[in-house]
């Protein structure tokens, strides 16, 4: 049996759950949890806001854990081995997607929480191909949010082939902004973050940042015309959209990575006439993971996390709801 | 003087007019106008609907022409060259976007027709950079259109790297997406024409779609989920972006070239997921007119035209203005 902490209705207190996970996959490995950050997408899927979730609801996506049992087709882990699991547990590994090293864009991967009981337990279990093995110069402690807040951040940098003379500004600096930063800055960018919080300014800029611009002071924003190549939002409210394409540079991307609750509203003009993208993207695949792990053990970059015990869960989902935690909250047990 | 048309209200019927251009600047060519392109965006300033438009406006900006007169710093044209000019008559040469190539997204790029008067003329001047010549194997008399539709469908395809392997879709066949079809064929990509005039089909098909979709069934847009890798949009209409987006392939591009009424509605979630992009541009910088045009001759690529008089160009504007032009109206003298 694997012991969990489960919601039992949308937005339901999580309560000490048993189930049965049955016989192990050829495919799959097990992990023996033991940490798991928690993502905004658990407050998320806990409260069924995107139509997804199903009960008993086991959250957790971003588990550091040790290799349990193997299942007979997985030649590429060993037992005991630490590794990391995200918010992806599969993909078919067969289709377009899976077979050109895009397995994040599979059209049936398989969230680790979405239809199958996630990492707020004592073992997890996920194909073995999206389980990585983590560094060993990264922190387990503190490396869980790597894997889905982190990866979000720094797929795109890799997809859209950001450049070290990139001037890029990272909107919103919470559990994904803080590691944009750190990823960013290593890259060789030129780093401006824009927060709405003016008191985390000189932390921000240890972090990473050059200059900090108040997402609140509708001046700044429009004073930073025609300056960014990438602006990176990982805001997950509504936004005025306008002045992020203007604060763009010709050839500049907005690209998004939080969801936010209403469609954009997006201008036209100003994106014809200075060429400009907006885009978006999910996570990454194992193999973007993989060097995403590589990076941030050469370069000393990880979460800042503030921690749990697993059985203060309902605390810690609390904590991560009514405000600004810095910057990423862990479960531990 | 220089023996124009001009409105001199919003909207008002073209008349002659002369004016007197001035001294020629050293790095201007004068040019000679054998014929003019009727575009959209002459319809949209006439009608100052982008509230750009100066009086007494002439519009014009898909010039064929010979060379007339050369300044005195242009040593890369001749006198009696045959010539195009299209949207931009000038740009600084001297920013970041010109160094790099990207006249095009100048800051202070010039536009034939605005606050300057434009190829509704017996003679139009412009910079000498953003004259090109026209290569013999293109036929003068429906070149013009390449100067500016052409090269707002050509520029996309060269600036995103789009693929012979990539399985395209150009949504409007027009002045613009007739072009399209076209350059997309020679360029090696399956090719879907969305038309919302099924009495077109066969013409579209031999423009290059191996396959035409009516863009007025929703249904049929619905099939075709998943089913590209750029969608290219010419309508200045409103569309269902939603429906478009689903029919990306992860990893797609619903890129827009057409100056629809109002800002788009873009849900984010099915962005996120396949990573897909929106984009826009405006027309090509010189160097990308010049590949367009040696590709053009290469590959037979010619707009088909349908002409008037330069002294029935009232009604030329009216046939325009009612209804779909089989595929570009040509001014000629």
């Known amino acids: 049996m694997i012991h969990a902490y489960a919601a039992h209705k949308p937005g339901g207190a999580l309560k ?20 798991c950050g928690i993502c905004h997408s658990d407050l998320s899927m806990l409260h069924n806001e995107w139509g997804l979730t199903q009960y008993p609801f086991v959250p957790g996506h971003e588990v550091i854990g040790t290799i349990a049992a193997l299942g007979t087709a997985v030649t590429d882990l ?47 279990r996920a194909q073995g191909s999206w389980v990585l093995p983590l560094p060993e110069q990264l922190d ?41 930063l750190q990823f960013l800055r290593a890259w060789g960018c030129e780093v ?28 700044a924003i429009a004073a930073a015309a025609n300056s960014f190549d990438l602006l990176l939002c990982t805001a997950n409210a509504d936004l005025d959209w ?18 936010v609750p209403n469609p954009l509203t997006i201008p036209l003009f100003p994106l014809i006439l200075g ?29 800042i996390t503030e921690t749990f015990a697993f059985s203060q869960v309902n605390e810690a989902l609390e904590t991560l709801r009514s405000g600004s935690p810095r910057y990423r909250l862990v479960l531990q047990h």
Chains 1, 2 share one sequence.
């Open 242 to 259: 306008e002045s992020y394409i203007n604060a763009l540079r010709p050839k500049g991307r907005l690209h998004l990575v939080g969801v």
């Open 78 to 124: 060993q037992l005991g081995q630490r590794v990391g699991l995200g918010w992806f547990a599969g993909s078919c590994l067969t289709c377009q997607w899976c077979m050109s090293g895009n397995h994040n864009l599979c059209l049936s991967a398989a969230g680790t929480i979405v239809g199958r009981y996630g990492g707020f337990a004592d073992k997890v």
């Open 16 to 35: 000490p759950f048993e189930y049965d996970p049955g016989s192990l996959g050829d495919d799959q490995v097990e992990i023996n949890v033991e940490s």
């Open 140 to 180: 387990p402690a503190s490396a869980g949010p790597l894997f889905c807040g982190g990866i979000t951040v720094f797929n795109p940098i890799v997809q859209f082939d950001v450049k070290p003379t990139d001037h890029v500004g990272v909107i919103g600096i919470g559990g994904l902004g803080h590691l944009a």
């Open 192 to 219: 401006t973050a824009f927060s709405s919080n003016p008191a985390k300014a000189e932390e921000v800029k240890q972090l990473g940042a050059t200059q900090v611009i108040n997402s609140r002071d509708p001046e």
């Open 275 to 303: 060429q400009k993208t907006i885009s978006a993207s999910p996570l990454g695949s194992p193999s973007t993971v993989a060097d995403m792990l590589d990076f941030a053990a050469r370069h000393h970059i990880a979460p």
